[in-house]
């Protein structure tokens, strides 16, 4: 890939393309290793001149009448519709990502773009009751720098569904992306914008470890922060924030759980049960982590998604006959390796995979796990399918509960309203009947409980305008007040 088609070869995105004042960082071919090029990388002073850049951009882009910020936010969309090779490639090459999650993850951003114009021309008040003759209104109003730290494993979307509507909405942004997915997850996103006509200094783009990450967070004139990572950086993050009384909005890991009722069909159970957690090799927050199953359907289970693990390919994912790629890098795939062989050491039965071959992990089936095995308590972030047995509903929803976690649970049932009605029990943020726990869309407001975030949703007008604005009231009348002093 050469600098004409990457024209951020060395650079970061502060009002335009930059030398960063940090030692530039290669970006590499999770696959392969190969080294696709490289990025600059910001400093602390960088971060500085981006923040006040910001503030003073952030003034006129919130005073621009609603329609210019939605035009912006249209015109991307559509030049990423029409050209999705300027992110596609990058997701699989850089993310690791199978061809097909990549063309999806596009379609994700593209929603996610549509859906921050209609929140820029959203209603974003509401006229209130006064006992006084007077008007009485309670506004959104943006922050005004708004900054986001987002992750390596949908890194174009999780960086998206920040940026788009805090833009859209008339804030300015600082973007940090992952290290390790700085292009699919910033620079190309800050190229898209500047060819859709957004302002220079309105977005900042800086890529770095996690002392720039720490910087961005306790800047003193960033009062909103948006963070998608795991819920051991969320803690200190919202430490740090709480202490500096800022707004921030915490998006956090998930260990799903997939309850398959007895009523269930098997067959139909392990295909939803495959997708969940082994779609983009299980590193989503909303991957199927744990399978609860009755033990009189437990072994027919097992051997159904056994049977669809075996069936998948795992290799370099700009071979389309690759279902599964590689695992984000060697720690992360040490980990996952560590879990499964501990579940197998202490009596889980390996049904199928356990094995790789540099990054790539063959997607993975362990049954019979306890419910006090890692593999069972722990967001493993890898294709691993613990399988869990019950004996009563109420058991399995206890199982559920017991998780510090609570983002997306699915349930399995061939009688639908009787799930429904079992929705009030289960701590989570999200509830598919019928389906796995992977999903999302840009109109929805998207968040979990307890330990899987806090602060906020994202999606939809009204969720994104509690995030990424503050509520402001208004009074006005005819005449001035008058007092008895």
Not at 26 to 52: P, Y
Not at 339 to 344: D, F, H, M
């Amino acid at each position: 890939m050469t600098s004409a088609t990457t024209p951020w070869e060395g650079k970061v995105w502060s009002g335009g393309w930059i030398d960063g004042s940090g030692r530039p960082a290669d970006v590499t071919d999770k696959a392969t290793g190969e080294t696709l090029g490289q990025v600059g990388t910001a400093t602390t002073e960088d971060l500085d001149r981006a923040v006040e850049q910001a503030r003073d951009a952030q003034r006129e882009w919130a005073a621009q009448p609603y329609p210019a910020r939605a035009a912006v936010m249209h015109k991307a969309a559509q030049l990423l519709e029409a050209a999705p090779d300027r992110l596609a490639p990058w997701l699989v090459r850089e993310a690791g990502s199978g061809r097909g999650k990549a063309a999806f993850e596009v379609g994700l951003v593209v929603a996610e773009l549509q859906e921050a114009a209609a929140t820029a021309a959203a209603p974003y008040g509401e006229v209130l009751r006064s006992a006084k003759p007077r008007l009485s209104i309670a506004r959104y109003v943006p922050y005004g720098v708004v900054g986001v730290v987002s992750p390596f494993n949908f890194p174009a979307i999780l960086s998206m569904r920040s940026v788009a509507p805090a833009l859209a909405l008339g804030n300015a942004v600082v973007l940090k992306p992952d290290p390790r997915t700085t292009v699919a997850g910033g620079m190309a996103l800050a190229q898209l914008f500047a060819d859709a006509g957004l302002p220079a200094g309105v977005l900042h783009v800086l890529p770095g470890g996690g002392d720039l990450g720490e910087a961005l967070v306790a800047h003193p004139d960033v009062p909103c922060l948006s963070f998608t990572g795991s819920t051991a950086v969320g803690r200190r993050i919202g430490a740090t924030a709480g202490g500096l009384l800022k707004q921030v909005h915490l998006e956090l890991g998930g260990n799903n759980a997939l309850l398959v009722l007895p009523d269930a069909d098997v067959e139909a159970a392990a295909s939803a049960g495959a997708w969940g957690s082994f779609l983009h090799q299980g590193q989503i927050c909303m991957t199927t982590g744990r399978h609860l199953v009755p033990a009189s359907l437990a072994e027919d289970y097992a051997r159904a998604l056994a049977t669809r693990a075996e069936r998948l390919t795992v290799g370099d994912p700009t071979d389309p006959s690759n279902a599964l790629g590689p695992i984000i890098d060697e720690r992360q795939r040490d980990r996952v390796h560590d879990v499964v062989t501990r579940a197998v050491d202490a009596g889980a039965r390996l049904d199928a995979g356990g094995t790789y071959d540099g990054l790539f992990y063959r997607p993975t089936v362990l049954s019979g796990v306890a419910a006090q095995s890692p593999a069972f308590t722990d967001e493993i972030f890898g294709p691993v399918a613990p399988i869990t047995t019950y004996e009563s509903v109420h058991e399995a929803i206890d199982l559920i509960n017991a998780s510090e976690y609570g983002l997306s649970v699915g349930v399995l049932t061939g009688d639908a309203l009787a799930a429904y009605e079992l929705s009030d029990r289960i701590e989570t943020g999200m509830l598919h009947i019928n389906d796995q726990t992977v999903d999302d869309e840009a109109v929805i407001p998207f968040g979990g409980v307890k330990a899987s975030g806090s602060g906020g949703h994202f999606g939809g007008a009204r969720a994104n305008l509690e995030t990424f604005c503050h509520l402001q009231w208004v009074t006005m009348q005819s005449r001035i007040a008058t007092y008895p002093f």
